[in-house]
């Protein structure tokens, strides 16, 4: 999870070694624990760090670690030589270690001979069933080919032993979006906001998987998470706000004929129309008109 | 922080001498054979002392406290981290030219 701080100081940093300034290493450093993915700045700054050898000895035995990240990001840039440089250097100081074989491996799903990554993937797989790393390159390299039905499959044989891994959870939700089967995704997504609870972001799409199935119920549920996800930003996020507005229009309009309880849906609707204007008040007072005759349009269908 | 840190030593010693000092009182009750009905008012200032310079020296030692409101500004969550575990390499970012001046030296 990325706060706004961290992010802040991403930027910062990232500006001061673009700049020129010192702090490359707090920058890299950073860039691991955030897992976020500026491959081409890592490849960039960590190659000036570990092209000087007085840098490089400075950093003690944290210059392997590195080195691994400085060959993930220069595969993702395409650069194979330096990538194949890296590796060399890491198989030479770490003879028989598994953790460079699976940069060996990703190295040839980079230069794209497939197979033979899934042939050394499948042996290491044999030597060690039990190896998640190894696992999730494999599903991610069906998913390269993109064979996803094949790729939700594997995923799914993946979570059956490994239940409490959300990432896998994450990604399994994203593919089943990309191919419209939205039960399923609403599914894995309620999986994701079991083991994070507290992270708005989850509510948040769980609310939109909901609206886009429709249906009456899915539809009060979606407006219940809409609001969750409200409560845990303390009203800031606008797409919550506008998700509220939307549900409980759309509910008024599929139970036009029965007479379900009016007042509380139009109460919360109007308590976040109001939050909205008074944000579009401040932060875009051009588009306030826009804002306020979309809303209008909302409450008259009701 | 080491100002803070003399104080809450300070803060430390003073509460230790106002044990000693109650302990030393009860043994001079003993002899004088009356009932220890509590610790004399000296030491009851000492001891409201001793608390408020230790209360002082650890709010202020240990730094800037954090915030832990989840809506706070600084603590909004911005983005979730990359799924870099299951992270592809046919993007369209191969397409673009590679640096060529971009070597491993050695």
């Known amino acids: ?302 | 922080m080491g100002f803070g840190f003399t104080v809450g030593v300070f803060g430390v010693l003073i509460l230790s001498h106002a044990a000693y000092s109650t302990i030393q009182y009860r043994g001079l009750l003993k002899i004088m054979e009356e009932e220890f009905s509590g610790p004399p008012l000296t030491v009851f200032g000492e001891l409201v002392v001793g608390l408020i310079l230790c209360m002082w020296a650890a709010l202020t030692v240990p730094g800037k406290f954090l915030s832990i409101h989840p809506d706070s500004e600084e603590n909004r969550i911005v983005s979730l981290p990359e799924n870099l575990d299951f992270m592809i390499f046919n993007h369209r970012g191969r397409v673009f030219p590679s640096q060529v001046d971009l070597k491993l030296n050695h």
């Open chain 1, 1 to 302: 999870m990325v706060t706004k701080t961290e992010e802040s100081q991403l930027s910062r940093l990232e500006s001061q070694v673009d700049n020129g300034g010192g702090g490359a290493w707090d920058f890299l450093c950073l860039v691991r624990k955030l897992k976020v993915r500026r491959s081409d700045k890592v490849l960039k700054h960590g190659l000036s760090i570990l092209n000087d050898p007085k840098k490089r000895s400075a950093l003690g035995p944290h210059e392997w670690t590195l080195y691994e990240q400085v060959a993930i990001a220069a595969m993702d840039c395409q650069s194979l030589e330096v990538a194949k440089d890296c590796i060399k250097i890491l198989r030479r100081r770490f003879p028989g270690s598994k953790r460079v074989g699976r940069l060996e491996g990703m190295l040839l799903e980079a230069k794209g001979s497939l197979p033979e990554a899934e042939k050394a993937y499948l042996s290491f797989l044999e030597e060690n069933p039990f190896d998640q790393v190894v696992h999730k390159r494999m599903i991610a390299m069906v998913k390269a080919q993109g064979d996803i039905t094949r790729a939700i499959g594997l995923i799914n044989k993946y979570l059956e032993t490994f239940m409490a891994d959300h990432d896998a959870w994450r990604e399994l939700a994203e593919l089943y979006n990309s191919l419209q089967m939205y039960k399923q995704a609403a599914f894995c997504y309620e999986e994701l906001i079991l083991s994070q609870p507290t992270n708005p972001l989850y509510h948040l799409t769980y609310a939109d998987v909901l609206y886009t199935i429709g249906g009456l119920e899915n539809l009060q549920m979606a407006k219940k998470y809409y609001a969750s996800t409200i409560n845990l930003t303390g009203g800031k996020n606008r797409r919550a706000l506008f998700g509220v507005c939307l549900c409980t229009s759309a509910i008024a309009q599929l139970s036009k004929g029965r007479n379900k309880e009016d007042k509380d849906g139009t109460h919360l609707q109007s308590l976040a129309a109001t939050a909205l204007e008074k944000d579009y008040k401040q932060r875009a007072p051009d588009k306030l008109q826009l804002l306020s005759s979309a809303l209008k349009s909302l409450r008259v269908s009701s």
